[in-house]
């Protein structure tokens, strides 16, 4: 498509839960990113992948949370046992080194645990 | 930890230049300025980069200080629609991630 799409827009979901986003980057976009922005927060970087490789993890808050490229396409993010502090918006983002445009966001996924 | 340095928020009167600095003293050769806005609800949106030289587009125009400590957005003509949080990221032309800071947040005023 023309730009980054996520799924849902808005998910609503009782704590401890699992829940998954969705992330459908520009095509051709080698590089993946999810970031998280809770409510009046910067962006907070998450995970980055490179084709299907996660080389960097480091910003995932917790074990509870954890994320897969496949096809060099499509990211799922998956939280799993939510809690109320999960609540935040998400936001993927992908680029193409050859692109010299930086990153291109999707709108985000508004999560919010009850 | 971000790079850079920007002032909380900033005022503009809609019509007249709005002028962003932003400070990033540790910054090193291969890595370039990026800026971005996001407007309320919406994912940031790229508005320009440039490593030395001033760049210009049709959103803004980049100066960059000849020590590259530091760097302004200039908005010419600022707008309503231009109220957002604007960051500025340095970032390495092969890193993979930004690290965002807090931004300035522009209100233009009419």
């Known amino acids: 498509g023309a730009g980054v799409s996520q799924s849902p827009s808005n998910k609503v979901t009782e704590k401890g839960k699992d829940v998954e986003l969705r992330c459908d980057p520009i095509?051709?976009?080698?590089?993946l990113y999810w970031y998280r922005q809770r409510l009046g927060q910067g962006l907070e970087f998450l995970i980055y992948f490179q084709g299907n490789s996660a080389p960097d993890k480091s910003g995932l808050p917790s074990d509870r949370f954890s994320a897969e490229r496949t096809g060099e396409s499509v990211s799922t993010l998956t939280i799993q046992r939510t809690q109320q502090e999960d609540s935040a918006v998400y936001l993927c983002?992908?680029?193409?080194?050859?692109?010299?445009?930086?990153?291109?966001f999707g709108s985000g996924t508004r999560l919010t645990v009850v | 930890d971000a790079k850079t340095t920007q002032p909380t928020s900033m005022d503009c009167a809609e019509g007249r230049a709005a002028n962003l600095p932003c400070n990033h003293s540790?910054?090193?050769?291969?890595?370039?300025v990026y800026w971005y806005r996001q407007i309320h609800s919406q994912g940031p949106q790229y508005i320009i980069h440039?490593?030395?030289n001033n760049e210009t587009n049709e959103m803004a125009s980049l100066i960059i200080t000849e020590d590259r400590k530091s760097s302004t957005l200039i908005l010419p003509h600022a707008t309503l629609r231009d109220t957002a949080v604007y960051y500025c990221?340095?970032?390495?032309?092969?890193?993979?991630?930004?690290?965002f800071g807090t931004g300035t947040r522009l209100k233009v005023l009419a």
């Open positions: 540790t910054i090193s050769g291969n890595e370039y």
């Open positions: 990221i340095v970032s390495d032309s092969g890193t993979y991630k930004y690290i």
């Open positions: 440039g490593l030395k």
């Open positions: 095509s051709g976009h080698t590089a």
């Open positions: 983002a992908s680029s193409s080194y050859l692109s010299g445009y930086g990153y291109t």
